[in-house]
């Protein structure tokens, strides 16, 4: 008689096992989907809001590229002396300024191409300091007029830089 009491209480207790594991596995696959759907609407909102931010980095960086090119530079920063060596000095006081003054962008953008704005930065400052080098010149003015017959030759490097940001921006979209 005792086997009959147990198959029926196995009868009772077996579909209300079946009945809460299947209601358990239900429940927390339907609690992780909404955890991630809030997640995935989290994020997007994240990104709605981030994506101003990284443009305007990205805008940042062009205008310090723009401003640190050479043929724009030598424009902008008049010679305060004939010494071409204080000139040098000052131009690339002036480029590590506008770098400095740019430096928190670096947390918007790409790390590759943060690395293209430093090395544009550093390229144009050893531009300046292998014309600055040169024994043939001899004042600010041809300091200028050699810088500037350098890049008729090539390209400038923070126009590689800016290229560089224009592809990375039109992949954004």
């Known amino acids: ?47 709605k809001q981030a994506l101003p931010l990284r443009l305007q980095a990205y805008e940042r960086l062009s205008l310090f590229l723009e401003r640190i090119n050479p043929t724009k530079l030598l424009i902008r920063v008049a010679p305060i002396s004939e010494d071409k060596n204080d000139y040098a000095d000052y131009l690339i006081a002036s480029i590590d300024q506008e770098f400095e003054h740019n430096l928190t962008q670096q947390i918007y953008v790409s790390s ?38 350098e890049l008729f030759d090539r390209d400038t490097p923070s126009n590689a830089a800016l290229a560089f940001i224009k592809a990375e921006v039109s992949d954004m979209w």
């Open 112 to 149: 590759s191409c943060w690395g293209y704005v430093v090395t544009a930065k550093n390229a144009t400052n050893q531009m300046i300091r292998k014309a600055a080098a040169s024994s043939e010149i001899t004042s600010a003015n041809e300091l200028r007029e050699l810088i500037l017959k």
């Open 1 to 47: 008689m005792e086997t009959t009491k147990i198959i029926e209480l196995l009868s009772y207790t077996l579909p209300s096992v079946i009945t809460g594991g299947v209601a358990y596995f239900l429940f927390n696959s339907y609690f992780k989907d909404q955890q991630h759907t809030r997640r995935w609407l989290n994020q997007k909102e994240t990104q």
